[in-house]
């Protein structure tokens, strides 16, 4: 049996009867929702609620559920509107060809009112999907485009509207009911505007067999959309260490390694290039320094080195190098890292004089705790520093320049979220240029979200024209 259609009449955002629409259609999911819970306890029971709750986690969830459990917002009206048994592997005696709401419009539409079968039919025929919202309308409703159909919806919802921000992508499902849009269902979880790139990968990937995605369309794929939603999911919700990342996108896990070293003059000239930009005169500026010339104390920075092609990006820390006496210190927050920086070790000074004596890795939040606590001990200055720097004409531009050119050069980087292509070259097809232009929306909304000082949101309408969007 196909989905079951209703109108699809034009709808009116913010029109004068939206208080009263969802006021009227709230009654009626707020009575209805119960009749069909309780339907399909009687059909299923609790085997089947237990067999789709594992078919909606893929197989993956071994925990038992319950209507608490803060997914229910979505398994839910999933469940009720979508599931069909798996007839080869159900142990239900008596299932359903079709999704239990469908099962009810067809047998027992008579024990239901007007109102409630047109309520339950548009919730039979709306998907599961990725909705990202482009505009917030506080206690009033929320604009969203489905990232899978390129169909934009006004959803009239007041509380969810108070606590999101435009850029969010939304797991959720929006029904349409005589013009007016509302949230069945929605994952508690919003997710960051970045995340619509795998969106969009996924709506290629359905696109080389249906060329125009419909409703029936996600319907067919639902397995994958949720596979994906399973994927983002798990992301969000890794430890903060497992999914921070460093400037070279490299997962985060802080490392302290400590080294044994013949002479600390030694060392120091030998790794002093690692510092690119700064002067010996300004490296020993704070070291302790004997009579005879020999170093007792100081601090190398390791520098990721300017390119010819971007000689004025501010200087990435790649590692903090502490000398002291026989001792070298040295801070790295990736695995990446501390392999790049063995092998300058191996380049820059004689094997025979250091030797790697104890490595210390931290979780992130150790790791900030420390940097929090050192620098909370560092004396003070009597002078404001940062109130000058923040207001300077000349650090502005030089900050202004900086963040363009950061950008700029991103047009022609490989992406490793693009899978290592250059944006530069995807928008020469139609689908590259829907992917680049998602990553620089994402760009937006990000900046939007937390604004940064003398990054202006200029940089995206130069990017933009740079790459003919």
Not at 16 to 35: C, M, Q, T, Y
Not at 334 to 360: G, M, W
Not at 389 to 418: C, G, Q, S, V
Not at 440 to 465: A, D, G, T, V, Y
Request: aromatic fraction near 10%.
């Amino acid at each position: 049996m196909g989905r079951l259609k209703l109108s699809n009449k034009k709808m009116k955002m913010g029109s004068k009867g939206d208080r009263f629409a969802k006021n009227r259609w709230s009654k009626v999911h707020k009575e209805l929702i119960p009749k069909v819970r309780a339907f399909a306890e009687g059909m299923y029971g609790d085997i089947g609620l237990q067999e789709a709750w594992q078919e909606f986690h893929l197989w993956q969830d071994p925990s038992e559920f319950d209507f608490d459990h803060q997914e229910a917002m979505i398994f839910v009206p999933w469940f009720l509107f979508h599931w069909i048994p798996e007839l080869e592997k159900t142990k239900l005696k008596h299932p359903l060809m079709v999704p239990l709401a469908e099962d009810i419009l067809m047998h027992f539409s008579d024990e239901i009112s007007d109102d409630e079968y047109t309520y339950l039919s548009a919730c039979c025929e709306a998907p599961l999907s990725f909705y990202q919202i482009n505009q917030v309308d506080p206690g009033i409703g929320l604009k969203l485009k489905d990232l899978l159909r390129d169909k934009e919806f006004y959803v009239l919802e007041y509380s969810a509207a108070q606590t999101v921000k435009p850029g969010m992508i939304l797991f959720a499902q929006v029904i349409e009911v005589e013009g007016h849009c509302f949230l069945e269902g929605i994952c508690p979880y919003p997710f960051d505007a970045s995340e619509s790139v795998e969106v969009v990968f996924l709506k290629h990937y359905i696109q080389k067999q249906f060329r125009k995605i419909t409703a029936e369309t996600l319907f067919e794929y639902d397995m994958e959309i949720r596979d994906l939603y399973w994927r983002l999911l798990s992301r969000l919700l890794a430890p903060v260490g497992k999914r921070l990342g460093n400037t070279d996108g490299h997962l985060m896990v802080p490392h302290i390694l400590t080294y044994w070293i013949r002479r600390p003059l030694e060392t120091f000239n030998g790794l002093k290039s690692l510092a690119h930009g700064l002067s010996e005169e300004e490296l020993l500026a704070d070291a302790e320094i004997d009579d005879d010339g020999e170093i007792h104390s100081a601090n190398l920075p390791w520098y990721k080195k300017p390119t010819k092609k971007n000689p004025d990006l501010m200087k990435i820390l790649l590692a903090r190098i502490q000398i002291e006496n026989n001792q070298m210190v040295v801070e790295l927050n990736s695995r990446e890292r501390v392999r790049a920086f063995k092998r300058q070790l191996k380049k820059l000074l004689p094997d025979d004089s250091y030797r790697l004596i104890d490595t210390r890795i931290e979780t992130v939040e150790e790791h900030f705790d420390r940097r929090d606590l050192q620098e909370s001990s560092e004396p003070e200055s009597d002078v404001d520093t940062n109130v000058d720097l923040a207001n300077d004409p000349e650090i502005k531009e030089t900050m202004r320049k900086h963040f363009e050119a950061h950008y700029m050069k991103w047009i022609t980087d490989k992406i490793p979220a693009l899978n290592n292509a250059r944006p530069i070259d995807l928008v020469r097809t139609k689908k590259g240029r829907e992917l680049v232009e998602s990553m620089i929306s994402s760009f937006e909304f990000r900046l939007m979200q937390r604004p940064i000082p003398n990054c202006s949101p200029e940089i995206f309408k130069k990017m933009r024209e740079r790459l003919g969007l």
